[in-house]
């Protein structure tokens, strides 16, 4: 059984932003389990619900994201491990068709591989934040 280190937790945690920065879904996609379950709110307005599973469904449902915002791009906040639970939650700042939000993602990971996301997003912030 393969238990992540907090180090390569957060190694996860910038590999996944420079991943979408770079628009590499095969990238992001790496470390989910074939069943992954992924809930998002966005995801709703693509799929028709917010719970996504599988990794061809996330895989589809983030193509779809991307075509409609194709100058994505992710800015890290911070990582915060709990290695003993194998969680990890990034906070970052989103900045995706002229809008800015911050935003959280929180990862478990099971034998080294991602079971399960889930997206947190707050309200659009500033351009001085």
């Given at each position: ?15 996944w932003i420079d ?106 912030i500033g351009p001085?934040?």
């Amino acid at each position: 059984m393969k238990h992540l280190t907090r180090a390569e937790l957060e190694h996860h945690a910038l590999a996944w932003i420079d991943a979408w920065n770079r628009q590499d879904l095969d990238a992001v996609l790496v470390p989910f389990v074939d069943d992954a379950v992924f809930v998002s709110p966005r995801a709703e307005s693509i799929t028709g619900n917010a719970t996504v599973r599988g990794r061809s469904a996330l895989q589809n449902y983030w193509k779809k994201a991307l075509a409609a915002v194709p100058d994505l791009r992710f800015e890290i906040e911070t990582a915060v491990c709990d290695e003993s639970s194998q969680v990890l939650l990034v906070h970052y700042v989103s900045r995706a068709g002229g809008r800015t939000v911050r935003a959280c993602e929180l990862m478990r990971f099971r034998d080294g591989r991602q079971v399960y996301g889930e997206a947190f997003y707050g309200a659009e912030i500033g351009p001085n934040l």
